[in-house]
Structure formats: structure tokens, C-alpha cells
């Protein structure tokens, strides 16, 4: 009973944690993004926790993790949190599993929004946001988690493939539809507020405790190593970005360490319960340097992602998933047939590794694009040249975030 109680504790602080990296990220890309729409980046992360708890209690619950024999489909047994009489292995409450994993639900779509900043219609991402939640990310969770996905043998501790890479490539698929930014690239779109982006970090590195350590489902030794790993990736990242970064632009910069800590953060995910303290690192530094150089190639290939997703959660989310075939150590979480490379297990590991996240890119760009096309040709998804010149905030909600200074403001080109 005692046991049980305490993974019932550890989970529901796990679940506050995570909950709060939406508000995290709203800060993150808030700041990254121009004062103009700041309040708009901030309420589409917000509109998330607005709307996605609903969906997922409704139906995305009982899609992502009902049926627990299932192999491509959770059916709607448990949906409007019906059958939820049973507890999961960890003794935990089945309807605390249902909100830890929601919160989870709420922050993936709410990755994407950064990629299409500055240009896309609210009332497009108020459909686009839940409905994605139902019909990508809740299929591809239950084929990562019990589905056929896992039971062919890839791994994903806390959600590389199922969240980060997920969402990376929708938010690549959604840039590519909105089309370009007025001005971009040759008009420069700095942060407007550092303060913001780097308070952003830090309440994402916190919460991440939870999202990795919390999947675990109890307060163990796997939780505790998760938990160490999450600490080395994050730090290792962003030194390895900041480093590079000094050699190749000759400057350490707030926004390089934090894209960098972010990178580490979305890297280790997938692997934060399989392997050791010091192949984190390793996945960490990885991490920091490839995706450094990922975030500049929209310029060589022209896709205006505005707050870098698809260079820090796509290609960092790929990165992890992948060194879990590398790195993956039995020692650390007792399934001794599923051995990374490094350890004797060969290059199955690695192969399904590629097949879970190669399926996944592949469905989730699909029904993206289908979504975003029909959004596009029934209530349109961009906004209209004026309102993007003149910024979101107003015309979308309203509202200004900063009441002194515009006309500065807007003479700098912010």
C-alpha cells in the first residue's frame, strides 16, 4: 500500500510538472517571437490547455492508450472516462494516468505553434490544434506504447518519437503550406525579449523532470536515472551549442544556450530511462552541435520555420531516438534482448528505432497537410498581409502586450 501510494505522489507531482511547461513554452517562444504577437504566441499555447484536457477525457484517452492489447487502434471503450476501474502496473490510479497523460496531450500540438509564428489564423489553429491531438498524436501514441510499433521492439521512454518527432514534422509540413513571412529572411526577426525566452528555459528544464522522471510511473531507480540523465543532456547540449556557436559566429548567446538546452532536453526524452549517465551526455552533445546546424538549413532550404521546432524538436527528437540504438544498456531498465549497438546488441535496435520514427514522419506529415488543406479551403488558415504587418495581437485578440513604446518598438522592426 505504501508503494502504491507513493507512485500515486510521485505521479501527481510529475503531472504538475509537466502541466507547467505549457505556460514554460509559452514564455519561450513569447519572447523569441516580436512584441507585436507575443500575446498570440502565448495564447495558442494556452488555447492548448484550453481545449485539448476536454478531447483527451472525451475520446483522445481511450485512442492513445484503451485496449491495452491493441496493436494499431485504442477503440472508444474508455472514452468520457469510461472503464476506468482497472490500475496500471505502477498501482497508480487509472485516472491519474489519464491526466499525466494528458498533459503530455496538451504540449505536443503546442510545440508546433512556433513554427508558425506571426502568420496564422487563430481561429484556424483553435480547429487545427485539438483535432491534431485526436487524429495524430493519439494514433501514433498508441502504436509507440503497446502498439505494433512497440511490440516490434522500439523503444521511446518518455516521447522522442511520439511527441518530438511528431510534432517536428507537422510543424515542418505546416510551414510549408502557410508559406513564407512577409519579408523573410531578409528583414531580421530577432527575440524582442530575452528575459522571457531564457525564464521559458528554465521553467521547461523544470517541468521536463516530470515529463521524463514522471514516465517511470513510480519513484525508483529507473525514475532516478531518467532524472540524472535529463540534468547531463540538457547541460551538455547547451554547452556544446554555446561552444560552437563562439567557433562559428564568435559569440556565446542567452538564445544560443537555451535553443541548445532545449535540444538536449527533446534529445534525452526517448532515452532518459535506457541508457547510462555518461552516454547521456554523449546524446547531449550530439544534440547541441547537429542541431546548431540544423536550425540554419530553413535558410538553404527556404522553409520559414519561424521559432526553429523542426531544428530543435524535430532533428533533436530524431537524434535521441536513434542513439537509443546506440546507447540502449540493459542494465539501466532489464529487457536484455534489446541491446543498442555499443552493447553487443547489433543494429536490430537501430532498425526499429528508424522504422518506428520513418512511420511516424510519414503519418503524421500526411494527415497534417490533409488537415492544414482543408482548413486552407474552408476558413482559411494565413492571415491577410496588413494584419501580419501590423501584428497579431490587435487584430487577433485585442490586445497589446507592452502599453509604452510601440512607436519605438515598431521603428526597430520588432
Request: proline residues 3%.
Amino acid at each position: 500500500m505504501a508503494a502504491e501510494l507513493g507512485a500515486d505522489g510521485w505521479l501527481l507531482v510529475s503531472a504538475a510538472l509537466v502541466l507547467f511547461m505549457t505556460p514554460g513554452l509559452a514564455f519561450f517562444y513569447g519572447g523569441m517571437d516580436r512584441s507585436r504577437n507575443v500575446l498570440n504566441m502565448f495564447m495558442m499555447s494556452f488555447w492548448c490547455l484550453l481545449t485539448v484536457p476536454i478531447a483527451w477525457v472525451l475520446v483522445g484517452f481511450s485512442i492513445a492508450a484503451g485496449r491495452p492489447g491493441a496493436s494499431w487502434f485504442g477503440g472508444f471503450d474508455a472514452a468520457f472516462l469510461g472503464n476506468l476501474n482497472l490500475t496500471n502496473q505502477a498501482g497508480a490510479d487509472k485516472l491519474l494516468l489519464v491526466a499525466f497523460l494528458g498533459m503530455f496531450a496538451v504540449i505536443t500540438p503546442a510545440l508546433i505553434s512556433g513554427a508558425v509564428a506571426d502568420r496564422m489564423k487563430f481561429s484556424a489553429w483553435a480547429v487545427f490544434a485539438p483535432l491534431w491531438m485526436l487524429v495524430v498524436f493519439a494514433p501514433v501514441f498508441k502504436w509507440v506504447y503497446g502498439g505494433w510499433l512497440g511490440q516490434r521492439g522500439s523503444l521511446d521512454f518518455a516521447g522522442g518519437t511520439a511527441i518530438h518527432v511528431n510534432a517536428g514534422i507537422a510543424a515542418l509540413v505546416a510551414v510549408l503550406i502557410l508559406g513564407k513571412r512577409k519579408g523573410w529572411p531578409a528583414e531580421g526577426h530577432p527575440p524582442h525579449s530575452m528575459p522571457l525566452v531564457m525564464i521559458g528555459t528554465g521553467i521547461l528544464w523544470f517541468g521536463w523532470f516530470g515529463f521524463n522522471a514522471g514516465s517511470a510511473l513510480k519513484a525508483d531507480g529507473v525514475a532516478v536515472q531518467a532524472f540524472m540523465n535529463t540534468f547531463l543532456a540538457a547541460a551538455a547540449a547547451g554547452l556544446a551549442w554555446a561552444v560552437v556557436e563562439r567557433v562559428k559566429d564568435g559569440h556565446f548567446t542567452n538564445l544560443g544556450a537555451a535553443s541548445g538546452i532545449v535540444a538536449g532536453l527533446v534529445a534525452i526524452t526517448p532515452a532518459c530511462g535506457y541508457v547510462s549517465s555518461m552516454s547521456s551526455i554523449w546524446i547531449g552533445l550530439a544534440a547541441g552541435a547537429v542541431c546548431y546546424f540544423a536550425v540554419h538549413l530553413k535558410f538553404k532550404a527556404g522553409f520559414d520555420d519561424a521559432l526553429d521546432v523542426v531544428g530543435v524538436h524535430f532533428v533533436g527528437g530524431l537524434i535521441g531516438s536513434l542513439m537509443i540504438g546506440l546507447f540502449a544498456d540493459p542494465a539501466y531498465f532489464g529487457t536484455h534482448n534489446l541491446r543498442g549497438l555499443f552493447y553487443g546488441g547489433g543494429l536490430r535496435l537501430l532498425g526499429e528505432q528508424a522504422i518506428a520514427n520513418g512511420v511516424t514522419i510519414l503519418y503524421s506529415g500526411t494527415v497534417t497537410a490533409v488537415i492544414l488543406l482543408a482548413l486552407r479551403a474552408t476558413i482559411g488558415i494565413r492571415v491577410p498581409t496588413d494584419v501580419e504587418a501590423s501584428g497579431l495581437d490587435v487584430s487577433e485578440h485585442a490586445e497589446t502586450a507592452y502599453n509604452t513604446g510601440e512607436a519605438f518598438m515598431e521603428r526597430a522592426g520588432f
